[in-house]
């Protein structure tokens, strides 16, 4: 059984709390490493770590930092074959979409090269007397990640990439499901230039979370999970005077309108609902269509796109259409919420109850299941699936569709499908949702806009990467400068003839 460790001040270090979480293969149920979780002293021997190494690189002139990312992006193209490998192996997604998985923190990486623009200041000459003004972006000192399993490589990098770059040290707790790829990019830094302790990688569970949030040199925490924890983090991280942004869960509805291209609606929803067997936090997981011949032939077409899903191990490579969920808990959860759909009157038109994988009886396979006139009372709306279950709830009018969007209480993503330009705009000034989709059923910004909900699906004033990012990870001090006369007057300066 292999024995991961935590990457601490550039070394792998193995775990000292003799607390140990099993890490599976989803594909086969199999138990294939553990990780240890870290007790307070072993995240403070990170912290301290992280403090001493923090000040030199924050004093490294911004061109020289951006480098380090340069080099950074060149070894994630170089090893993207074995990163996705190894978050194919921990998170069971197809190796397609555990590349896009990299591709998409990638991104973030590539943005932050552009930092020491980023991080220019602003300066007023003359704003008095004598007297300039200025204003410069510092960095925070020592900041904490904390990440969910669900894009074990993307999540961290939307956060370490920006504060890295902006000069401050970066602890990251990712998730304990899948945890090898997070390690693997630290590394990665570290070939590509990083000063040992500047990124460091601290396995964990709560106690290791606790040890962040109350440790009182880290001065900002990311998070991204489900909304409890979000909302636990964010109370008791901004009590602690800490820089908190929390990003939680979701439940992203799909308007589909009656002049909407209907085939193109279906598609997007088997990729949007079913993709990485739904554990997206930007994946849909509620179809409104509007109006009984929309809803009607939308099932019609959903149908059979459903039943021919492919499902099975990421080792199929481009011949799976999504792989298991992550942990047998996982699994369990989304059976019992389909019971529940079902015994509160939904009907259940495509049942995945049953479903098995010849070879691979002890994976973590869902099959997928669409529910039809579901109302918004039941479970399986107001509740946070994260499974391969698509929920259809009608509506009879626009308006009613954009109601149940907005009175959900998570406001993540949504999209609308029509071909009305009005409507899509009304839509989009009107929602209260923080990512919205004309016609694009997943709309995740790219790495120069920023990411997050609104709702109960963030806390906490800035998205993540984008501009906000350098907002987050800095500090602005503001310098107002005034200079007494000196050797200008005084000085002797002319070439004065001999008399
Ligand atoms: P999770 O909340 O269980 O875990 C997230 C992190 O919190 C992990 O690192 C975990 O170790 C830690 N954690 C778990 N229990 C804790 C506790 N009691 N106290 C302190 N820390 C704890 O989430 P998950 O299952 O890993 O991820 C799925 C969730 O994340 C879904 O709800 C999904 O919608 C959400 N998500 C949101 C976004 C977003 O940007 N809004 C993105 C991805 C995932």
Same mark, same amino acid.
């Given at each position: 059984m292999q024995e991961l460790t935590h990457y601490i001040n550039g070394a792998h270090v193995k775990g000292t709390s003799g607390r140990f979480a099993d890490v599976y293969n989803p594909a086969t149920g199999e138990v294939q490493a553990k990780v240890p979780l870290a007790n307070h002293a072993e995240m403070d021997i990170a912290v301290q770590a992280a403090a001493a190494a923090q000040p030199a690189w924050a004093a490294t002139n911004p061109q020289r930092r951006a480098r380090v990312m340069m080099k950074f992006v060149a070894l994630l193209n170089d090893n993207m074959d074995r990163l996705s490998e190894a978050l194919s192996r921990e998170h069971g997604k197809t190796l397609p979409d555990a590349a896009g998985d990299v591709q998409r923190g990638l991104e973030v990486v590539e943005y932050c090269v552009g930092a020491p623009e980023l991080l220019k200041g602003d300066f007023t000459d003359s704003a008095g007397p004598g007297i300039d003004m200025y204003s410069m972006k510092q960095a925070l000192g020592v900041c904490a990640g904390i990440t969910p399993f669900n894009f074990p490589a993307m999540i961290p990098m939307w956060m370490f990439a920006p504060a890295i770059a902006c000069g401050n040290a970066f602890i990251l707790k990712p998730s304990? &499901?899948?945890?090898s790829v997070p390690m693997m990019l630290a590394e990665l830094m570290e070939q590509a230039g990083l000063p040992k302790g500047i990124l460091q990688v601290v396995n964990g569970d709560k106690e290791a979370v606790d040890a962040i949030i109350d440790h009182d040199v880290i001065q900002s925490i990311g998070f991204v999970g489900s909304t409890p924890i979000a909302e636990y983090i964010y109370g008791r991280g901004c009590s602690n005077g800490k820089r908190v942004q929390c990003f939680g869960g979701a439940k992203n509805h799909m308007i589909i309108m009656p002049d909407a291209d209907l085939d193109q609606a279906a598609d997007a929803l088997i990729g949007a609902g079913y993709g990485a067997a739904g554990e997206r936090?930007?994946?849909?997981s509620v179809a409104v269509p509007v109006g009984k011949d929309t809803a009607d032939k939308l099932i019609e077409k959903l149908i059979p796109r459903i039943e021919s899903l492919k499902v099975g191990p990421y080792t199929s490579g481009n011949d799976v259409d999504y792989g298991p969920v992550v942990t047998a808990a996982a699994k369990a959860n989304i059976l019992k919420l389909v019971e529940t759909g079902v015994d509160q009157g939904a009907e259940l038109v495509v049942d995945g109850r049953d479903f098995n994988l010849q070879g691979y009886e002890d994976g973590f396979f869902v099959g997928p299941h669409l529910f039809d006139h579901a109302t918004k009372d039941m479970d399986i709306y107001t509740k946070e699936i994260f499974g391969p279950v698509l929920v259809c709830v009608r509506a009879q009018t626009y308006e009613e569709a954009l109601g149940l969007a907005m009175d959900h209480e998570y406001g993540n993503g949504t999209a609308i499908y029509t071909r009305d330009g009005d409507t899509a705009r009304d839509f989009a000034n009107r929602i209260n949702i923080g990512m919205v989709g004309i016609n694009v059923p997943i709309p995740v910004p790219l790495a120069y806009h920023t990411f997050g909900g609104w709702k109960k699906s963030a806390f906490g004033d800035l998205n993540q990467h984008g501009p906000d990012a350098f907002k987050f990870y800095t500090r602005t001090k503001t310098i107002t400068s005034r200079w007494p006369s000196?050797? &200008?007057?005084?000085?002797e300066f002319n070439f004065k003839a001999m008399d």
């Open positions: 304990e &499901r899948d945890p936090c930007m994946a849909i000196g050797i &200008r007057q005084g000085g």
